[in-house]
């Protein structure tokens, strides 16, 4: 069956710290891979969107790296602060012709 | 830009009722608009695709005689909970794609998100 998968654990690091977060995805094969942040009792923010053709994407402190082969992807922000504490969100391309299927999330708290 | 609000952003209605919640595009057109169900410390699931000016497209156990989907115009969808159970109260959150449509060759590109509409069933 198909799944995405994200650390169920939340991530919890320093300030200043290099957070690191994990999606991996089985029976998909998907043109793209996104990020997404969210909020509590907010709807999602996107962040970053990889394609499969791309080993990396950087956008100011993120960087977004994708292995089709592996079939993962991992979500880095670095010199962490603590207003990235939030739950980040993977999402995939699935089914249908532009439906996003999203991972459960991680959640990051950021200490200072 | 790419703005996309939602309305109410929470409401509590009593079992057996009715409610509408609206998802606007702001600042640009939406032929496609999307809604989700967010249960607490869970994932986003997909309830319908939502088209303009024809039928929404159900995920697979979403009722649609239960979810009233109606994507009047390109900058406004509407999901109407009819006949609310507890079992329906949920985070209820909407989003768009700017301008695209079936058909078209790349489909990739962000989804923009709703706030997101608190739902009480009691």
């Known amino acids: 069956s198909q799944k995405i998968e994200q650390n169920s654990e939340a991530l919890n690091i320093q300030e200043g710290k290099t957070a690191t977060l994990t999606c991996n995805y089985t029976n998909y094969s998907p043109a793209y891979l996104q990020w997404y942040r969210q909020d509590p009792g907010r709807g999602p923010v996107f962040l970053l969107l990889?394609?499969?053709?791309?080993k990396e994407k950087r956008k100011e402190r993120l960087k977004v790296t994708f292995d089709t082969t592996l079939k993962q992807s991992l979500f880095h922000i670095t010199a962490s602060q603590p207003a990235d504490s939030a739950t980040y969100l993977c999402a995939l391309r699935g089914g249908g012709y532009n439906k996003l299927i999203f991972g459960a999330g991680t959640r990051l708290a950021v200490h200072p | 830009g790419a703005v996309v609000s939602q309305h109410p952003s929470w409401v509590i209605c009593k079992s057996g009722t009715s409610v509408k919640i609206e998802c606007r595009s702001l600042?640009?057109?939406?032929?496609?608009m999307f809604w989700y169900r967010q249960f607490p410390k869970q994932s986003l699931m997909l309830m319908a695709t939502?088209?303009?000016?024809?039928?929404?497209?159900?995920e697979q156990g979403v009722e649609k005689d239960k979810f009233l989907i109606n994507h009047a115009s390109l900058t406004l969808s509407t999901l109407t909970v009819t006949s609310a159970h507890p079992e329906d109260s949920s985070f209820y959150i909407c989003?768009?794609?700017?301008?695209?449509?079936?058909?078209?060759?790349?489909?990739?590109?962000?989804?923009?998100f709703g706030p997101g509409t608190r739902l009480t069933v009691t």
């Open positions: 939502s088209n303009e000016g024809s039928k929404a497209t159900y």
């Open positions: 989003s768009a794609r700017p301008g695209q449509g079936p058909g078209l060759a790349d489909p990739s590109g962000e989804q923009y």
């Open positions: 990889i394609r499969e053709n791309e």
């Open positions: 600042d640009f057109q939406a032929t496609t």
